[in-house]
């Protein structure tokens, strides 16, 4: 055990510490290090992902409760930014209903959270942000709930036909079956991580190999493809799959 | 006999960058499995105009699974690259 504990920083080397990596000007896309907490006997390091994280969450917050506090006023006539909310969240139901059925659509509330989280990190590139998503820590925490999610919910809806479901089609493949589901978050998480770790390096790659002049507008086109297409895009891929993960543990 | 040996360190670096260019030999199979899926797309489109918008959702779905195979070859190129494990077991 103690020495899985100490391969786990080499696995995430780039994401949680800060290691042999160039530090050129202008071509640094680590994890600073901004202080050292103890808590508990452990050492946790405080890095521009934590930072991120929880300016993102915070903003997110405000923002729900000055949306729920408008909530009073609304009326069976939706008008002026009414129409947004009830909008976004119709699309998120309906997305969810497709995917899970109608029996099953409470979980649009869920995933609506996950889904305005993983999105507004996604995006925060285009604001100069390190995105906390290029984090294996962050999607690989995010992640960990899909799977005591899809785990639940198959022990509670499937009871017994769960656990029958690892011995089949033949008793022999219970371990592959086991192997399979540990893929799951693993694959989950790698390709959201990989998308926006990826689409991170080449912009500052791009940024730190252009001029001073050019940086202002030449990198736009970059920031189109990068940020805002594969980011929205992971950001429905990974909630879509984590759905059908679970609707695939839950029986008819 | 100094003249002949190698920096460990060099050599460790030398092969992590091997590495990693060996790794992103995994960018073919998405390669070849996109453009699959996007030619299949286009046919699909060209018999049944009507259903456009389902394709393509369907398509980016599809592509953006398949191309988690290449991500993960693009995570160990840059692990080796920015984040090398091998230097620290010199």
Redo the contacts between chains.
């Keep these: 055990m103690n020495l899985l504990l100490d391969k786990i920083p080499i696995i995430p080397g780039i994401v949680c510490y800060d290691t042999a990596a160039p530090q050129e000007e202008g071509f640094d896309f680590t994890v600073h290090m901004y202080g050292k907490v103890e808590l508990f006997g452990q050492t946790f390091g405080i890095g521009r992902t934590l930072v991120t994280t929880w300016f993102f969450m915070i903003v997110l917050t405000i923002l729900a409760l000055i949306l729920r506090a408008g909530l009073k006023k609304y009326t069976d006539k939706p008008t002026g930014g009414q129409n947004v909310v009830e909008m976004i969240v119709e699309a998120m139901n309906d997305f969810t209903v497709s995917n899970m059925g109608e029996k099953y659509s409470y979980f649009g509330k869920w995933f609506f959270g996950i889904f305005s989280f993983i999105l507004i990190s996604n995006l925060s590139g285009l604001l100069g942000f390190r995105p906390p998503t290029a984090d294996l820590c962050t999607t690989g925490a995010i992640t960990v709930t899909t799977f005591f999610l899809i785990h639940f919910m198959g022990i509670s809806k499937g009871k017994l036909g769960y656990f029958k479901g690892y011995i089949e089609p033949i008793p022999i493949l219970l371990l592959i079956n086991i192997i399979s589901e540990l893929a799951t978050p693993i694959s989950l998480s790698f390709r959201l991580f990989g998308n926006i770790l990826g689409g991170m390096i080449i912009m500052t790659m791009i940024y730190s190999a252009l001029g001073s002049i050019f940086q202002f507008f030449v990198p736009a086109f970059a920031h189109m493809y990068f940020d805002v297409f594969a980011g929205v895009l992971q950001t429905v891929i990974f909630c879509m799959l984590s759905q059908l993960f679970i609707k695939d543990k839950i029986p008819d | 006999m100094d003249n002949y040996s190698i920096d460990p360190k060099a050599f460790v670096l030398g092969c992590s960058a091997i590495g990693a260019g060996l790794a992103m030999i995994a960018g073919i199979g998405p390669g070849i499995g996109q453009g699959f899926a996007a030619g299949k797309g286009a046919e699909a489109v060209g018999r049944q105009p009507e259903a456009r918008g389902t394709i393509t959702q369907t398509m ?2 599809g592509c ?2 398949a ?2 195979t290449g ?2 070859g ?2 160990v190129a ?2 080796l690259l ?4 091998f ?2 077991q010199l």
Excluded: D, K, Q, W
Excluded at chain 2, 82 to 85: A, K, M, T, V
């Design positions: 980016l779905l953006a699974v191309e988690s991500i993960y693009l995570v840059l692990i920015f984040g090398n494990p230097i620290g």
